[in-house]
């Protein structure tokens, strides 16, 4: 037995309750290297998702991360709008029209996620972007699957990864997105978007019972 759209419908909930709870932090992140907008973003993006969800209720978790990437991309806006947009439309796609979701369809929506990101927006991974959550989550994932774990341990191993690579950012400048602007400057600040990811990976193993 795999996760199914109970799974990615509570994933998205927890996820848009994350980001209304961490509003202010997000807000305070992106004020120190960027524009102040990230949490406002993120807040209002997944209240989008909540209310396509209520209107139209996905069938299987591919549909319900469709919709999802859908509201990401019209109501999030900024750099994040179109990147979040594209991993949420790269995992949907990757889970094609799939019920019941395994380990190993897990991971490989994982990587199709990372892809998606780093094919939109250009980052390396020590850019000091979400691509620095995203990355280690993906390794990590594949690393649980290797090793037997199902699907829960697949997205708990992602999500302590994320959290643990939100942190990276610290010390690094930033060479991609607004906060490239600062240079030098950039460095000493954890970027926005790395802990926006780390946050919606918890959501998605908080979701499966982890
Ligand atoms: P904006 O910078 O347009 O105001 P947001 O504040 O919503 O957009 O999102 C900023 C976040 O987007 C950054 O913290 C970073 O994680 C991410 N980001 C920006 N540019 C890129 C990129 N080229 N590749 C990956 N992530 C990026
Ligand atoms: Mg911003
Ligand atoms: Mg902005």
Do not use: C
């Amino acid at each position: 037995m795999g996760l199914g759209v109970e799974w990615a419908v509570q994933w998205l909930t927890l996820s848009a309750r994350l980001m209304s709870e961490h509003r202010e932090e997000l807000i305070a992140l992106d004020r120190a290297i960027g524009d102040s907008d990230h949490g406002e973003n993120m807040d209002r993006g997944f209240q989008a998702v909540m209310e396509k969800l209520a209107q139209t209720p996905p069938e299987t978790p591919g549909a319900a991360l469709k919709l999802a990437a859908m509201a990401l991309m019209s109501k999030v806006g900024g750099a994040a709008g179109p990147l979040y947009g594209t991993a949420y439309l790269r995992a949907a796609t990757a889970l094609g029209e799939d019920a019941d979701i395994d380990a190993a369809a897990l991971a490989g929506a994982l990587t199709a996620a990372r892809d998606g990101i780093v094919a939109r927006g250009k980052a390396e991974l020590g850019d000091k972007t979400m691509v620095d959550a995203w990355s280690p989550a993906v390794e990590a994932a594949d690393e649980a699957l290797v090793a037997g774990g199902d699907a829960v341990a697949v997205l708990a191993a992602a999500a302590e990864a994320a959290e643990v690579g939100a942190v990276t950012t610290d010390p690094l400048v930033a060479r991609k997105g607004r906060a490239s602007y600062l240079g030098e400057r950039s460095a000493g600040h954890r970027d926005p978007g790395a802990v926006s990811s780390a946050l919606l990976l918890r959501a998605a193993a908080t979701a499966a019972g982890f």
